[in-house]
T-cell receptor, first 113, second 113 residues
Framework: KQEVTQIPAALSVPEGENLVLNCSFT??????LQWFRQDPGKGLTSLLL???SQREQTSGRLNASLDKSSGRSTLYIAASQPGDSATYLC????????????WGAGTKLIIKP | KAGVTQTPRYLIKTRGQQVTLSCSPI?????VSWYQQTPGQGLQFLFE???????NKGNFPGRFSGRQFSNSRSEMNVSTLELGDSALYLC????????????FGPGTRLTVT
């Protein structure tokens, strides 16, 4: 059964720092992996989608990598800003269980001005 | 291109009543997924519909049901409401065969008193 873990659950860093958020999964038979951010009380915003055949995707200051063999993905945020403060979630689309999305619990990120 | 829309945005109901929530996906998207989000349990998958057929289902009681119409709009219904059903209900749509990037609506905040 696929399990997705995000560690740490919370992270606080000073503005301007580069940081890495982690996502690990137990079953490498994934179709794709997606990173989202969620602001308090709001819906989720899609950040990056990585297909299983890809190693990384970039959008602006964000870079997501995927290593299927080790069951890991990282989200790299460069030059962090207070507006980056949010909860970041990763989700894997499992090839077993009818391609259902399996979610991590998220990392709450706080960027201190 | 309009995003995912959910109606109503806020709802207050009494224990024992029933409620229907609506979701209109992005134009052309045939997959609609529903999630429940609470502070204690995080994001939990309810069900996914693709081309009017339920493709996946989470572990929720039969009081939670859904359907999808031929225009891909979806509704979810909760009968015999309980206090614990108070939550943010999120809808997401996905294009092509429904296995790609998920786009979320703003959610419906349901409060059961």
């Amino acid at each position: 059964k696929q399990e997705v873990t995000q560690i740490p659950a919370a992270l606080s860093v000073p503005e301007g720092e580069n940081l890495v958020l982690n996502c690990s999964f137990t079953d490498s038979a994934i179709y794709n992996l997606q990173w989202f951010r969620q602001d308090p009380g709001k819906g989720l915003t899609s950040l990056l989608l990585i297909q299983s055949s890809q190693r990384e995707q970039t959008s602006g200051r964000l870079n997501a990598s995927l290593d299927k063999s080790s069951g890991r993905s990282t989200l790299y945020i460069a030059a962090s800003q207070p507006g980056d403060s949010a909860t970041y979630l990763c989700a894997v689309r499992n090839m077993d269980s009818n391609y259902q999305l399996i979610w991590g619990a998220g990392t709450k990120l706080i960027i201190k001005p | 291109k309009a995003g995912v829309t959910q109606t109503p945005r806020y709802l207050i109901k009494t224990r024992g009543q029933q409620v229907t929530l609506s979701c209109s996906p992005i134009s052309g998207h045939r997959s609609v997924s529903w999630y429940q989000q609470t502070p204690g349990q995080g994001l939990q998958f309810l069900f996914e519909y693709f081309s009017e057929t339920q493709r996946n289902k989470g572990n929720f009681p039969g009081r939670f049901s859904g359907r999808q119409f031929s225009n891909s709009r979806s509704e979810m219904n909760v009968s015999t409401l309980e206090l614990g059903d108070s939550a943010l209900y999120l809808c997401a749509s996905s294009g092509l065969d429904g296995l790609y990037e998920q786009y979320f609506g703003p959610g419906t905040r349901l409060t059961v008193t």
